[in-house]
Nanobody, 116 residues
Framework: VQVVESGGGLVQPGGSLRLSCAAS????????MSWYRQAPGKERELVAA????????NYADSVKGRFTISRVNAKNTVYLQMNSLKPEDTAMYYC??????????WGKGTLVTVSS
């Protein structure tokens, strides 16, 4: 099983980034997928989640209206489109796969830095 994030980087406040998470080794369409983030000195927090079929999406209040989670099951990939980025969005972003049965999986993370 692999869950691999990409797309992080340095962006100015107000800018945009799109994170990708490519998964393999399990039935992707059966797994709910989430993005978490962890800023230095803070606890890991849920950013957004999407159901296996993509019909149910949830967001943290801090990112509602700015971030969009989506998935393409044919590509075993989940995305996080991040717009109007703020310095407080700076964090390591992690992809999380939760299957109906069995252990969940975490990726190793991709770093997003929002700074001028």
């Amino acid at each position: 099983v692999q869950v691999v994030e990409s797309g992080g980087g340095l962006v100015q406040p107000g800018g945009s980034l799109r994170l990708s998470c490519a998964a393999s080794g399990f039935t992707f369409s059966s797994a709910s997928m989430s993005w978490y983030r962890q800023a230095p000195g803070k606890e890991r927090e849920l950013v957004a989640a999407i159901s296996g079929g993509g019909g149910v999406r949830n967001y943290a209040d801090s990112v509602k209206g700015r971030f969009t989670i989506s998935r393409v099951n044919a590509k075993n990939t989940v995305y996080l489109q991040m717009n109007s980025l703020k310095p407080e969005d700076t964090a390591m972003y992690y992809c999380y796969a939760k299957k109906p049965v069995g252990s969940p999986y975490w990726g190793k993370g991709t770093l997003v830095t929002v700074s001028s």
